[in-house]
């Protein structure tokens, strides 16, 4: 059973932006969450040598903060943030003690990425020079990886639209956990699985997530 939404994208993709949305939803639905941007519990100086993105920090501070929020009755969490590789999703599960983490990909279009870090960064040119060819980078990164349970498209203008189309994957998603296990599909597999296990997605994921 899926409990975790990991939004992973490169920079600028809009992943705290979709988990404010997601939020919205879930506070909806009665689902007791919490959303945790990892970028900011691993923001520190100086950062290791080896470790520029403060990794492991970030993943001591997230092990911490998720026994007090399960404490206080949160059962699921929405993470906005970075995995490049497969090997640190089990790490993430057991930081949160997941029963279940549904790692969606947030992908959205070059001309748009660099539109919205512009703006982000339109009050310093050395930030958003940084930001841009990390952005670039990265989306590179993850295209490699491709570590996912599922894709979303985060291009469009409209936050809430983008977090109901996660929400619909993370519900077609939990209905098969139980048959996947929470395998996580590299490229050749997903198109496989796309075509057999797709078709039922919109009736199913919507009958049971619409909100
Ligand atoms: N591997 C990896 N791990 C974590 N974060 C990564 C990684 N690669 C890039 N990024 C993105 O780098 C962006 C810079 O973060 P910050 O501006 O917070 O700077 S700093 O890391 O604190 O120095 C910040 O960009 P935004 O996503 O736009 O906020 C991070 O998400
Ligand atoms: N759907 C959207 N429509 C318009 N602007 C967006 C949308 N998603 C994100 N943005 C804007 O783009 C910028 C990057 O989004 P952000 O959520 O910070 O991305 P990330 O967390 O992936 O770096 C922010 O300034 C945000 O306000």
């Not at 409990?3 to 949305?21: E, M, P, Q, R, Y």
């Not at 990892?38 to 923001?43: A, M, N, Q, T, V």
């Not at 943030?81 to 089990?90: I, L, M, N, S």
Request: aromatic content about 8%; charged content about 25%.
């Amino acid at each position: 059973m899926i409990d975790t939404v990991f939004l992973n994208g490169t920079v600028g993709a809009g992943k705290s932006t979709i988990a404010a949305a997601l939020s919205v939803l879930m506070t909806e639905s009665g689902r007791h969450h919490a959303v945790i941007d990892l970028d900011h519990i691993r923001r520190a100086w100086p950062t290791p040598e080896g470790d520029r993105f403060n990794h492991e920090l970030e993943l001591l501070n997230l092990r911490d903060l998720v026994v007090n929020y399960r404490n206080a009755g949160i059962e699921h969490f929405v993470l906005a943030g970075v995995v490049e590789q497969a090997t640190e999703v089990p790490r993430y599960e057991a930081a949160l003690k997941s029963r279940g983490l549904l790692l969606c990909r947030l992908d959205t279009d070059g001309a748009t990425l660099i539109r919205r870090l512009s703006l982000r960064h339109a009050d310093n040119p050395t930030e958003l020079a940084w930001h841009l060819r990390r952005a670039g980078e990265l989306a590179a990164v993850l295209q490699r990886a491709a570590i996912y349970h599922v894709v979303v498209d985060a291009s469009g203008d409209a936050p809430m639209a983008t977090a109901r189309e996660v929400m619909h994957c993370g519900s077609f998603y939990d209905q098969c956990w139980a048959t996947f296990a929470g395998k996580i599909w590299h490229e050749s597999e997903h198109h496989e699985i796309q075509r057999t296990l797709f078709l039922p997605r919109t009736s199913a994921m919507r009958a049971h997530f619409d909100v």
